[in-house]
């Protein structure tokens, strides 16, 4: 692990977690349409970013959601993870066929309004999503513990990274997302986080709880 790069690599994808696939938790993304899409509509330029993407499942079904919402080409979206190896899966763009159906299922639940499978090709045992999804996706390697914000956000994606951190590393990693979200922007946590007892919970109106999306308000 020590001399051998592609040894350390191995171990660091064995010991980070990537389990996420398209429209996770659908209810979050019927919420995001009802009220975050709204305020969206406002901004001439939209800039989001999904800290810890793992393979790009979700960065896809917001592009989706984007462009059925008419706002993808205003948007940019930023993919980042730790992880190249991952990111390298989310930039092919290609998930095994037989998620498609649990993906579909989601998409639907989540509030699609087209037939999921116009959004890609079916080829062997492989569904490729088509090109344009990724046409305003930036990738790139970051490291929520070890690098610095990078840009202002008007919504920030992070949802299922912080359970596997302690107390201070969780109030680190929400430092760092506070700093790099606009105000009035929108935090999205996973269905077990929350912002409750970090200090920067004052910060933060509930847009819907149940959904753990959150309004920067100062």
């Not at 095994?96 to 045992?125: H, W």
Request: with cysteine; glycine share 4%; charged share 20%.
């Amino acid at each position: 692990m020590l001399h051998d790069r592609s040894t350390m690599l191995r171990l660091l994808s064995d010991l980070t977690i990537h389990v996420t696939e398209m429209f996770r938790d659908p209810a979050m993304f019927r919420s995001f349409r009802q009220h975050v899409v709204p305020l969206l509509r406002t901004y001439p330029f939209i800039r989001i970013w999904h800290a810890g993407c793992s393979t790009g499942e979700e960065v896809y079904s917001m592009a989706i959601l984007l462009k059925e919402e008419g706002l993808y080409d205003k948007a940019r979206i930023y993919a980042t993870d730790m992880n190249e190896h991952v990111l390298d899966s989310a930039r092919g763009g290609v998930f095994p066929i037989e998620r498609m159906q649990t993906f579909t299922r989601n998409y639907l639940e989540a509030g699609g309004k087209e037939a999921f499978s116009q959004y890609y090709t079916a080829k062997y045992d492989s569904a490729l999503f088509h090109s344009e999804l990724k046409s305003n996706i930036v990738f790139a390697q970051h490291n929520l513990v070890t690098d610095r914000s990078f840009n202002e956000f008007n919504v920030i994606f992070c949802r299922n990274v912080m359970i596997y951190f302690n107390k201070e590393l969780q109030n680190h990693v929400h430092s760092l997302l506070y700093e790099s979200l606009s105000t009035f922007g929108v935090l999205a946590l996973g269905t077990k986080e929350s912002i409750s007892f970090t200090r920067h919970a004052g910060a933060y109106e509930e847009l819907c709880p149940q959904s753990r999306l959150y309004r920067k308000i100062k």
